[in-house]
C-alpha cells in the first residue's frame, strides 16, 4: 500500500503547472482546488453513525447500541488535462487497517481506461455502490460476504457503443470481505475478475426504458488450503456459516439488474460462489464442492417527487422551503450455503462430506430522508428468520431488528 501511496503523490506532482496558471478555491458542495485544466482536488468527508436495536440471542455477544460505522475522509482529482485521475481515501475508525481506494486512473483510449491501485473488485452492484447511496442502513448480505470487496490490483474499464460498460482485472488476493475480522491473512490468492452491464435503451426515446441495465460479473482465485470457506453472518454479525476447510479455486458468478423511472427505483441480483476442497476429508479425501448463494429484490420511491439517481438531491431543502426530500424502501433477501441441500447433512465437522443447507431470509422496510445535499436520515426495520436443513431454527423465525443512521458527507 505504501508503495502505491508513493506512485500516486509522485504522478501527481508530476503534473507540474505553468506558473502563471490561476489556482481557483471553491466549495460547491465540498472544498475544491483547481488549475485550471492541470490539476485538481476535491476534499471528501464520510460520516454514518447508527443507533441499533438488536434481539438478544443465547450464546452471542451483546452489541452496542451506538456505533460509528464510517469516518472517513479522502481526496479525488485529475490532472495532467484530466488525462489522469486519483482517489484516496483513509478509515479514521479503523486504525488496524485504515486505507480503503487508493488508486489512479489513466485515460488511454476514448474507449479503455487503465486502474491500478485498491479499489473494489468489479463484483456486486450492492457492493460497488457508495456507502452513501445506498438505500438501505446496510448492504444486502449477499453483497457484504459473497462479494469479494477491495484489493490491490489493475483493472481495465470503459465504454463501448454508450450501451456496454465493461471492466475486467486482475488482484493480488480476494478482497478483504472474505477476511475474518480476527485476521489479517488473506483466505484468497490472486483472482481474476470481469463485469459487463447493458443499457440497451440508453438515449432512446423511450424514457422509461433508459436507465434499464444488465449486468453479468464473475471471480476466479487460487483457494489455499486451511479453514478458509467463505463466511455469512447475520444481521447484528453473528457467525451463521461453519468455517469450512476448503482447497482449490473459489469461483463467482453473479447477475444483476437495476431500472429507474422518474421517482422510483428497482434492483436486483443473484450471486452464487463455489470453493473447491481437494484433500480436505477427515482421510485426506476430495470432498464436494461447498456452494453460497444470495439474492435480493429491493424497490423504492421518492414521495416527494424528486428523480431516482445514484445521490438523491432534494429539490427542496430542509429549511429552506420545505422538509427536504422523503424515500420509502423495501427489500427481501436470502443468503444459503450447502453442498447438496440433503436434509440428512451433517454439521459436525468443517471437514464433513456433507454440510447441512443454511438460510438467512431477511425483509427489510425502511424510510430515508434527505435533509439537503450533506445530511441524510435512514431508519429500517429488519426481520430475519433462519432455516437449517429447511426447517426454522427454534426461536429464530421472527428476529426484529431496528435502526436508525445518521449520516453526513461532502
Known sequence: MRVVLAALVALVCCGVWPASAQVTLTFDKRPSIEVRDVFSMDFRLKSQMDFRDFPVEPATDAKDVFDLHRARVGIDGHFMQKWFDYQVEWELSDPAGPWRDAY???????????????????FGLDQLTSSMDLDFNYRSLAGTYLAP???LGVMAHGHLLNVLHYQAGVFRKGGDNVRASERSDPQTNRTYAGRLVVTPWNGSSHRALRSLGVGVAFTDGALPAGPNGLRGKTVPGDAFFQRLYVN?????IGAEVQWRTGSFGAQGEFMRARDQRFGQGIDNEDLADVFANGWYVSTTWLVTGERKTDSVAPEHPFLHGSFGAIELAGR???????NDGSSSASTDSPRSAVIAPRADDVWTAGVNWYLNDYVKLQA???????????????GQAHLWSRTLRIQFGF
Open 104 to 122: 489512479l486512473d489513466a485515460r488511454v483510449l476514448p474507449f479503455l481506461e487503465l486502474r491500478g491501485g485498491q479499489f473494489k473488485i468489479p
Open 149 to 151: 470487496g477491495r484489493d
Open 248 to 252: 482449490g479455486r473459489r469461483q463467482r
Open 332 to 338: 427481501v433477501e436470502r443468503l444459503a450455503s450447502a
Open 380 to 394: 429500517n426495520l429488519i426481520r430475519e428468520q433462519r432455516l437449517v436443513n429447511g426447517a426454522v431454527i427454534p
